[in-house]
């Protein structure tokens, strides 16, 4: 079946500007994780959704970022009036369930804010 | 927080040679996964392992939870093994990762 996707893939924008980034897990998988990954940096753990809730949102970077899922699959990011600090790859996995099995990962978004 | 080391932080091997890489954390965990980024980026996760000893062809992995390491063996490694191994730990509704082993495999 198919894999995890994102979207958009690459996302150039303002300072100040929202923006939103999209995940569609896997069919069938119950657990949803965000990470974010600066240039040339090590993997940030954000958020996880076991079915639509996230159990602890303390992740987020600042309350500038929110994540929601809704019926169980899709999941968004947003990121209100961004800042240049906010230019990383944000990725998106999935598994079965949280905390016991193997996570797939999307091929991630570059967000670059200028 | 728990803290999580990885060892060596680089490595760069002859094709066909042997590795080890190294993760040590700081504390109890629910569980430890392994992770392998591509020089493209795209990671894809090599082994959940919060205990016990996993095979997957020429890798396997070792952890031993109440020594609070785990281990990642290459062995006869090929170039496109190159890229960057992550390993993490979750606890408390947070995952957590080492910074990483980059590898670099000479054809």
């Known amino acids: 079946g198919a894999g995890v996707s994102q979207s958009p893939s690459n996302k150039v924008t303002e300072k100040g500007k929202d923006v939103e980034l999209r995940c569609d897990p896997i069919?069938?998988?119950?657990?949803l994780y965000w990470y974010r990954q600066s240039l040339g940096q090590g993997l940030e753990f954000l958020i996880y959704?076991?079915?639509?809730?996230?159990?602890?949102k303390s992740g987020l970077p600042s309350d500038r970022f929110s994540a929601e899922r809704t019926g169980g699959s899709v999941s968004t990011l947003t990121i209100q009036r961004t800042q240049q600090e906010d230019s990383a790859v944000y990725l998106c996995?999935?598994?079965?369930?949280?905390?016991?099995?193997?996570?797939?990962f999307g091929p991630g978004t570059r967000l670059l804010v200028l | 927080g728990i803290q999580v080391e990885q060892s060596p932080p680089d490595l760069i091997l002859q094709e066909g040679a042997n590795s080890t890489l190294r993760c040590n954390f700081s504390?109890?965990?629910?569980?430890l996964q392994w992770f392998h980024q591509n020089p493209w980026g795209q990671l894809i996760n090599l082994f959940y392992?919060?205990?016990g000893t996993k095979q997957n062809g020429r890798l396997s992995a070792t952890t031993v939870a109440t020594e609070r390491y785990s281990l990642l063996y290459i062995s006869s490694s090929q170039t496109t093994d190159s890229g960057v191994y992550f390993c993490?730990?979750?606890?408390?509704?947070?995952?957590?990762f080492g910074k990483g082993t980059r590898l670099h495999i000479l054809p």
């Open positions: 996995a999935s598994s079965l369930n949280y905390d016991r099995d193997k996570q797939y």
């Open positions: 069919s069938g998988h119950t657990a």
């Open positions: 959704f076991q079915g639509n809730s996230a159990p602890d």
């Open positions: 504390d109890s965990v629910n569980n």
């Open positions: 392992i919060p205990s």
């Open positions: 993490a730990v979750d606890r408390d509704d947070k995952i957590i």
